[in-house]
């Protein structure tokens, strides 16, 4: 190329100049598409699912609080200081915290199921039809939290969704489809 000139631009009717290679287009890549073929889950299984999930999880979680309670009771009248008493009702409450975080989070990440979907024979899959790993479960986690703040529409809106998604779907991505 003769100094002081820039590239060697296309002839007339935007053809290359002999002896140079045609432009190439940027790639492009689409995004995943969403799976096809897949049977998602209404509002109601759904409902049942977390029913039966509540009873699991809420048995170990209702014999932790009633021995923080009677912890709590059993602490003050024997004097102790209320805040000691507080204390364990705190303990408590992050005990159960850590078993739904590790319910919910642990057994979609791994299974792409809980207890209740597995008897309802649902589960938990991205919009590609993939397997749901555990950071995507978490972020389905955090998101119910959203989903249950506002009255809990983000739950009901599965009722009138295309895509039967809730919101906490939505946000990570996922549909819950029949197993």
């Given at each position: 190329?003769?100094?002081?000139?820039?590239?060697?631009?296309?002839?007339?009717?935007?053809?290359?100049?002999?002896g140079q290679p045609p432009p190439v287009p940027p790639v492009q890549r689409p995004a995943a598409p969403p799976a096809t073929g897949l049977q998602k889950v209404g509002f109601w299984t759904r409902f049942v699912a977390y029913l039966v999930d509540m009873i699991v999880v809420g048995i170990p979680c209702g014999i932790?609080?009633?021995?923080?309670?009677?912890?709590?009771m059993a602490a003050a009248h024997m004097g102790a200081p209320s805040g000691a008493a507080a204390g364990g009702f705190g303990i408590a409450q992050v005990l159960l915290l850590v078993i739904s975080l590790a319910y919910s989070?642990?057994?979609?990440?791994?299974?792409?199921?809980?207890?209740?979907?597995?008897?309802?024979?649902?589960?938990?899959?991205?919009?590609?039809?993939q397997p749901v790993d555990y950071g995507r479960a978490a972020l389905r986690w955090v998101g119910s939290i959203i989903s249950g703040m506002v009255l809990c529409l983000g739950y009901l809106w599965i009722a009138w969704d295309p895509d039967k998604q809730a919101w906490h779907d939505k946000i990570a991505g996922t549909y819950v489809v029949k197993a």
């Open positions: 190329m003769p100094s002081g000139q820039g590239p060697v631009q296309p002839g007339a009717g935007g053809q290359p100049v002999q932790i609080m009633a021995v923080a309670g009677g912890g709590i989070i642990g057994l979609i990440g791994w299974k792409g199921q809980t207890v209740g979907m597995m008897a309802l024979r649902i589960k938990v899959v991205l919009t590609t039809g």
